[in-house]
């Protein structure tokens, strides 16, 4: 880590009550301590809303193996639209790469919440207060207004490394947007998205810088002295050389 990373006191913290957390099933993001006109994220009216308690106790957190260390999480029964998160054991410690949506208390503890940006919360709060999780993100990131109400232990403005696991800041998509690779496997989230079969950059956020600091992803990737074998994005795994394909059609359109 750096000088400029920022440990933050927990005793500052409140603790988190999932009856006062709200739970858009629409684009499945966590709204805490308040009861929205409309979802922070998406728009969506009341309607859409359920309790972090509902939430958790009509669904559960679904692991899908993606290789001998790494899973795949989402909630299930699936919301209208939800990230996925990514479990590694790093065989020091469980680290999570965003987080779900559904809180479930099943979950192996984690040592870990690391994200790659401000989109990803999820129930990470909830996770914290269960299982004493250390909360990493982005300082840029972190007083974005969607993280508000969110508790994070560090915020970092630095590249660092992690039980194995390689942070990389980027920007773009977001101002503290984070990569990670771990192993061959490479983490992108929604940075790229896809559109049937092609890749579009992400449509919100900076849209300028995010495909400008796409050039510089494409630019890390090719420096990279063994490329990844794996990408894990928002809703999607898939072996990197078809990926880099489409990707590179993405970047000649740029």
Not at 206 to 217: D, E, H, I, S
Request: hydrophobic share 35%; net charge negative.
């Amino acid at each position: 880590m750096t000088q400029t990373d920022k440990a933050i006191d927990r005793t500052k913290l409140l603790p988190s009550d999932p009856s006062q957390q709200w739970v858009c099933t629409a684009c499945s993001f966590n709204m805490i301590g308040f009861y929205p006109k409309r979802c922070r994220f998406c728009g969506a009216t009341p309607e859409h809303f359920t309790t972090a308690l509902d939430c958790s106790a009509t669904r559960q957190v679904e692991a899908v193996q993606v290789s001998d260390r790494i899973s795949q999480l989402k909630s299930a029964p699936p919301f209208d639209f939800e990230h996925a998160a990514y479990r590694i054991d790093t065989g020091n410690g469980i680290v999570w790469i965003d987080c779900p949506s559904t809180f479930d208390s099943q979950m192996t503890p984690m040592e870990y919440i690391l994200f790659t940006h401000y989109d990803c919360l999820g129930a990470s709060n909830l996770y914290r207060q269960e299982f004493r999780t250390q909360v990493w993100i982005h300082q840029r990131d972190a007083v974005h207004p969607n993280s508000r109400r969110f508790s994070f232990d560090r915020t970092f403005e630095a590249d660092f490394e992690l039980l194995g696991i390689e942070a990389v800041v980027m920007g773009g998509h977001t101002p503290g947007f984070t990569l990670y690779f771990f192993e061959d496997t490479l983490f992108l989230c929604d940075y790229v998205e896809r559109v049937d079969s092609e890749f579009i950059w992400n449509p919100y956020g900076n849209r300028v810088k995010t495909p400008l600091v796409g050039q510089a992803v494409a630019r890390l990737l090719s420096d990279r002295p063994t490329p990844p074998k794996t990408v894990c994005g928002v809703d999607y795994v898939e072996d990197y050389e078809s990926w880099k394909v489409k990707f590179d059609r993405l970047m000649m359109q740029t």
